[in-house]
């Protein structure tokens, strides 16, 4: 099946800094999304976005689906960012699966 | 309104014993999963459902039963758990072929003693 690889595994921001988490895929995608698993365990959507760029806030991610990777930005971190970042993808031969990362932990602190 | 609920959120249970979670989408989708979430935070799908038909079954234990009772409900049953079923599981949506926002739900930790 398509490999999904997210760098850095763990990262570690003082308040206020900025990053950029990065998703790789080994196949062409369907589907591509960002999703910020909180510390209380649920997985907020950040962005679909298989193609093109987004902002949200102080959130952008950007896909380049012809190089197979896609960025996560978060700038002016705040401590209510730190979690569990993933990417997860859905190849177009197989289009209801879903692959994930296995995640960025980030951690902001004060 | 939640998109995508799931009940219970806490379960701890005994090993052997048959539990049930339940979820409900609100968003018209037609298509529903099941994800498993293990200790070290890997998510993987186990099973997906598509307007109540069963299309997606990851070598998941036939101790694992879902049920779509209809397009917006997607029920998973386990029987005689065993301590290794302890985990997240969590329910998405989305519309069938992939190239449309999947939601997720809260999620439910299971606890097998």
């Known amino acids: 099946g398509i490999q999904v690889e997210q760098s850095p595994p763990d990262l570690i921001l003082q308040e206020g800094a900025n990053s950029t988490l990065r998703c790789n895929f080994s196949?062409?995608?369907?589907?591509l999304q960002w999703f910020h698993q909180n510390p209380w365990g649920q997985l907020i959507n950040l962005f679909y976005?298989?193609?093109g760029t987004k902002q949200n806030g102080r959130l952008s991610a950007t896909t380049v689906a012809t190089e197979r990777y896609s960025l996560l930005y978060i700038s002016s971190s705040q401590t209510t960012d730190s979690g569990v970042y993933f990417c997860?993808?859905?190849?177009?031969?197989?289009?209801?699966?879903?692959?994930f990362g296995s995640g960025t932990k980030l951690n902001v602190k004060p | 309104d939640t998109a995508v609920s799931q009940t219970p959120k806490y379960l701890v249970t005994q090993m052997g014993n048959d539990k049930s979670i339940k979820c409900e989408q609100n968003?018209?989708?037609?298509?529903m999963y099941w994800y498993k979430q293990d200790s070290k935070k890997f998510l993987k799908i186990m099973f997906s459902?598509?307007?109540?038909?069963?299309?997606i079954n990851e070598t998941v234990p036939n101790r694992f039963s879902p049920k779509s009772p209809d397009k917006a409900h997607l029920n998973l049953h386990i029987n005689s758990l065993e301590l290794g079923d302890s985990a997240v599981y969590f329910c998405?949506?989305?519309?069938?072929?992939?190239?449309?926002?999947?939601?997720f739900g809260q999620g439910t930790r299971l606890t097998v003693v």
């Open positions: 196949d062409s995608v369907n589907n």
């Open positions: 998405a949506s989305s519309q069938l072929g992939g190239n449309t926002e999947a939601f």
């Open positions: 968003l018209g989708h037609d298509t």
């Open positions: 976005i298989p193609s």
């Open positions: 997860a993808v859905i190849p177009y031969n197989n289009f209801n699966k879903f692959y």
């Open positions: 459902y598509n307007n109540k038909e069963l299309i």
